[in-house]
């Protein structure tokens, strides 16, 4: 009557246990790698969700009077500068006036508390930068609302990175008469 393992039986166990390690390893490294992966597009998937956002916001939210209107300056085929007030603000003020300006291929966002009226902007101008990303292309489009008398005032935006997705956005304005 055996009481005991071989020494034969120890070593195949062990050979079997070691492959298995082996493959579990192997199986934990690839699993590190596909989270990496999965995270770096989530993260690239949200900063352009909350790209699209700000735009949304400061377009939908953009006051609408006599003294404050979306004022589009094309630049070029490619790019526009736009200025407007709107109640949207990244920095906590009110109703500040916020302008998209394309400058050595990059768009940035400014935010100021005085009326932004002109390109390029004046040396007084204050305002705070905000760097949204390289772009090929920078384009708002306003509809012609002379064809339809009920129609509100909307705009396109058209965004396209160099390295990201495209944008592309319809809005109305939330804040008409």
Request: aromatic share 10%; glycine share 2%; proline share 2%.
């Amino acid at each position: 009557m055996r009481r005991a393992f071989t020494l034969l039986e120890m070593m195949i166990s062990i050979t079997i246990l070691a492959i298995m390690m082996l493959y579990l390893y192997q199986s934990y490294a690839s699993l590190n790698i596909s989270n990496d992966i999965f995270a770096k597009a989530t993260k690239k998937i949200s900063i352009s969700e909350q790209k699209k956002q700000v735009v949304f916001l400061d377009f939908s939210l953009a006051l609408k009077d006599a003294n404050a209107t979306i004022n589009i300056l094309n630049q070029d085929t490619k790019e526009d500068v736009v200025f407007m007030q709107s109640a949207h603000s990244l920095h906590r003020n009110f109703n500040p006036f916020v302008g998209y300006i394309v400058k050595n291929k990059k768009l940035y966002r400014i935010e100021s508390l005085k009326p932004l009226l002109e390109y390029p902007l004046s040396v007084a101008s204050e305002f705070v930068v905000d760097e949204f990303g390289e772009v090929n292309g920078f384009r708002v489009y306003k509809n012609d609302k002379k064809k339809d008398q009920n129609a509100s005032e909307a705009y396109l935006v058209h965004i396209d990175f160099k390295e990201e997705d495209t944008i592309l956005l319809k809005m109305k304005m939330l804040n008409e008469d």
